[in-house]
């Protein structure tokens, strides 16, 4: 994707200037962030820059984690945008290269700049200990941004994972007896707790209310977005997901006190319309709010 011209300016440690400028060299530019580098962080990339020859990647990894560092640190703009010209291309090839895995025709420029918004948004979750650390946390972004991306465009949990995201699998040899054996007995007790997780899950579920029941077939079982949920049942989004977690926190909470031998106490969310003289503490104790009523 890159002109040859292009390509050898990044080969010879050069970064071209905007509007026909002149490349200029990375060492200058690096020089010229003084503003906005600590003396001892400008130091320490001039050093990177005239230590011994390196490759061009090795190079621009470990410049970039020092700006990303120099950036996490005081949020210097002259930091950040050295750090777009650097790395731009490669992450853009990265972000067409991902999408293609997803079979997604979006525009990989449209979907870079959301990768460079997220760098610029979460600088405090980057970790320099690495020379490449850059390079690494830079390419979980690519990945997640278009995975988010496509969820925004309608496709979330209906795209085929691509085969290299799948993990290896081992190859199967043959069996001794005694562990086809073990391998039998393994699958019918693994076969008994799902049995008993099931038939549970059924038995707290069938107790909740019916919003939360509906709520919860909507999203579990009919795939509906939350969105789509929230408008289903007529109450807001931020509601529909309260509903949603205290629901699924009843049926853990008495499934786990069965386990441990105790009563289960999974009671469903109380009406207000036909409690109109509930307390404030049986609201709690009942474990609703009011944000978790008709959903106004």
């Given at each position: 994707?890159?002109?040859?011209?292009r390509q050898r300016q990044l080969e010879h440690g050069a970064v071209a200037s905007p509007k026909g400028i002149a490349p200029v060299s990375l060492r200058d530019r690096v020089a010229a962030l003084s503003t906005e580098l600590p003396g001892g962080e400008l130091q320490r990339m001039l050093a990177l820059l005239d230590g011994p020859e390196r490759t061009?990647?090795?190079?621009?990894?470990?410049?970039?984690?020092?700006?990303?560092?120099?950036?996490?640190?005081?949020?210097?703009?002259?930091?950040?945008?050295?750090?777009?010209?650097?790395?731009?291309?490669?992450?853009?090839?990265?972000?067409?290269?991902?999408?293609?895995?997803?079979?997604?025709?979006?525009?990989?420029?449209?979907?870079?700049?959301?990768?460079?918004?997220?760098?610029?948004?979460?600088?405090?979750?980057?970790?320099?200990?690495?020379?490449?650390?850059?390079?690494?946390?830079?390419?979980?972004?690519?990945?997640?941004?278009?995975?988010?991306?496509?969820?925004?465009?309608?496709?979330?949990?209906?795209?085929?994972?691509?085969?290299?995201?799948?993990?290896?699998?081992?190859?199967?040899?043959?069996?001794?007896?005694?562990?086809?054996?073990?391998?039998?007995?393994?699958?019918?007790?693994?076969?008994?707790?799902?049995?008993?997780?099931?038939?549970?899950?059924?038995?707290?579920?069938?107790?909740?209310?019916?919003?939360?029941?509906?709520?919860?077939?909507?999203?579990?079982?009919?795939?509906?977005?939350?969105?789509?949920?929230?408008?289903?049942?007529?109450?807001?989004?931020?509601?529909?997901?309260?509903?949603?977690?205290?629901?699924?926190?009843?049926?853990?909470?008495?499934?786990?006190?069965?386990?441990?031998?105790?009563?289960?106490?999974?009671?469903?969310?109380?009406?207000?319309?036909?409690?109109?003289?509930?307390?404030?503490?049986?609201?709690?104790?009942?474990?609703?709010?009011?944000?978790?009523?008709?959903?106004?």
């Open positions: 994707m890159l002109d040859a011209d061009p990647e090795s190079l621009r990894d470990a410049v970039s984690t020092r700006l990303m560092e120099s950036f996490r640190c005081a949020s210097g703009r002259a930091v950040f945008g050295l750090l777009y010209e650097l790395n731009s291309e490669h992450l853009l090839v990265q972000v067409a290269h991902c999408l293609r895995r997803y079979g997604s025709k979006s525009d990989p420029r449209d979907v870079l700049q959301e990768v460079f918004f997220n760098v610029y948004r979460y600088p405090h979750r980057f970790n320099a200990e690495r020379e490449d650390a850059f390079r690494v946390w830079t390419a979980m972004i690519v990945r997640n941004t278009v995975l988010k991306h496509l969820r925004a465009q309608g496709r979330a949990g209906r795209h085929e994972v691509a085969f290299e995201d799948l993990s290896e699998q081992p190859q199967t040899g043959a069996l001794r007896p005694e562990e086809g054996l073990v391998d039998q007995e393994a699958t019918a007790e693994c076969g008994r707790v799902y049995l008993t997780y099931l038939h549970l899950y059924l038995r707290f579920y069938s107790m909740l209310s019916p919003r939360e029941r509906s709520a919860i077939h909507m999203v579990e079982v009919e795939e509906l977005s939350y969105r789509a949920a929230a408008e289903r049942l007529g109450i807001k989004l931020e509601n529909l997901k309260m509903v949603i977690f205290r629901a699924r926190r009843k049926i853990h909470r008495a499934m786990q006190r069965v386990f441990e031998g105790q009563p289960a106490e999974c009671r469903p969310a109380r009406d207000p319309r036909n409690n109109l003289e509930a307390s404030a503490a049986d609201r709690a104790a009942a474990g609703v709010s009011e944000e978790d009523d008709d959903g106004e």
